[in-house]
């Protein structure tokens, strides 16, 4: 299964610290945002991935790149942990980069991998949201679609003064943790939610999907929105939403970006010794 990570966001909410760093680079702890989720790919399976970029996106492509002057410096002085940790970023997946030349939105980004992705069912993973889990989120979602042969979408369940961030499902309990939904609601207020249950970064799309994008005509801002061409594609194909198991943190808030950063370092025994506190996770 392919995977298509769009990328060619401006990260305005983190202005100034991605004026000139892609928002996706930000740094959790020792790795870039954006390497958890290429991460959670590979631990899928996944690893014939596309990423959407856009101008001053360059760094990504340097990331998963190999950097032979590194490796020859690390390589004389004896560090064999690092460099065999930069040579496995540059080799566990076949990353390929799309521009997106117009910052169109969501569903225009997604329907620029149209041609790479073929005719087959393929995962979307937001590079701004990272799930943390044994058993990866992404992977989840692939054998919903598998066993339902429909579209599937990740939700989790958000406390109303966060209802309106999100993107919301109006679905029908099919068993534990799997909905089928009506409808969706883009950013509705807390009175017009039909559930608590927002979708989140992750999705695995029926190839159909990109007749629904070809359909749809922009929105808000002259931007076309995935979600208007998730509601047809729900009204016409079908759509499941999956509350999957895991930590999700959302990199595009500045405080979750911070309790990324501490949860996960205070797991590390590398770190946390220094750090001088960890986090409760039955108080999570």
């Given at each position: 299964?392919?995977?298509v990570?769009?990328?060619a966001g401006?990260?305005i909410?983190?202005?100034p610290?991605?004026?000139?760093?892609p928002?996706?680079?930000l740094p959790?702890?020792d790795?870039?945002a954006?390497?958890?989720?290429?991460?959670?790919?590979?631990?899928?399976g996944?690893?014939d991935?596309?990423?959407?970029t856009?101008?001053?996106?360059?760094?990504?492509e340097?990331?998963?790149?190999?950097?032979?002057?590194?490796?020859?410096?690390?390589?004389d002085?004896?560090?064999?942990?690092?460099?065999?940790?930069?040579?496995?970023?540059?080799s566990?997946?076949?990353?390929?980069?799309i521009?997106?030349k117009?910052?169109?939105?969501?569903?225009?980004?997604?329907?620029c991998?149209?041609?790479?992705v073929?005719n087959?069912?393929?995962?979307?993973?937001?590079?701004?949201?990272?799930?943390?889990?044994?058993?990866?989120?992404?992977g989840?979602?692939?054998?919903?679609q598998?066993e339902?042969?429909?579209?599937?979408?990740?939700?989790e369940?958000v406390?109303?003064?966060?209802?309106?961030?999100y993107?919301?499902?109006?679905g029908?309990?099919?068993?534990k943790?799997?909905?089928?939904?009506?409808?969706?609601?883009?950013?509705?207020s807390?009175?017009?939610?039909?559930?608590d249950?927002?979708?989140?970064?992750?999705?695995?799309?029926e190839p159909?999907?990109?007749t629904?994008?070809?359909?749809?005509?922009?929105?808000?801002?002259g931007?076309y929105?995935?979600?208007?061409?998730m509601?047809?594609?729900?009204r016409?194909?079908?759509l499941?939403?999956?509350?999957?198991?895991g930590?999700?943190f959302?990199?595009?808030?500045?405080?979750?970006?911070i309790r990324?950063?501490?949860?996960?370092?205070?797991?590390?025994?590398d770190i946390?010794?220094?750090?001088?506190?960890?986090?409760?996770?039955?108080?999570?």
């Open positions: 299964m392919k995977v990570i769009p990328a401006l990260g909410r983190f202005l610290a991605t004026k000139a760093q928002k996706e680079m959790v702890v790795k870039p954006i390497q958890y989720v290429v991460e959670e790919a590979v631990a899928s996944m690893t991935l596309i990423i959407i856009g101008r001053g996106k360059r760094a990504i340097d990331h998963f790149d190999r950097s032979y002057e590194l490796e020859h410096k690390l390589r002085s004896g560090n064999t942990e690092a460099l065999e940790e930069v040579q496995r970023i540059a566990m997946a076949d990353i390929f980069y521009r997106q117009e910052q169109l939105g969501l569903g225009h980004a997604i329907l991998a149209k041609k790479h073929g087959e069912p393929f995962a979307v993973m937001l590079g701004d949201d990272i799930v943390i889990n044994d058993h990866p989120c992404i989840q979602l692939a054998e919903v598998e339902m042969r429909s579209s599937v979408v990740g939700v369940s406390p109303k003064s966060k209802i309106s961030r993107g919301v499902i109006d029908k309990k099919v068993r943790g799997l909905y089928k939904v009506r409808d969706l609601i883009e950013k509705p807390p009175e017009e939610a039909p559930s249950l927002a979708i989140i970064g992750r999705y695995v799309f159909e999907i990109f629904y994008l070809e359909k749809i005509g922009p929105g808000k801002d931007e929105q995935l979600t208007d061409a509601k047809l594609l729900c016409k194909k079908g499941y939403g999956l509350k999957f198991a930590r999700r959302d990199i595009g808030s500045k405080a979750d970006w990324a950063i501490v949860e996960l370092s205070s797991e590390r025994k946390s010794s220094e750090l001088g506190f960890t986090i409760n996770k039955k108080n999570r």
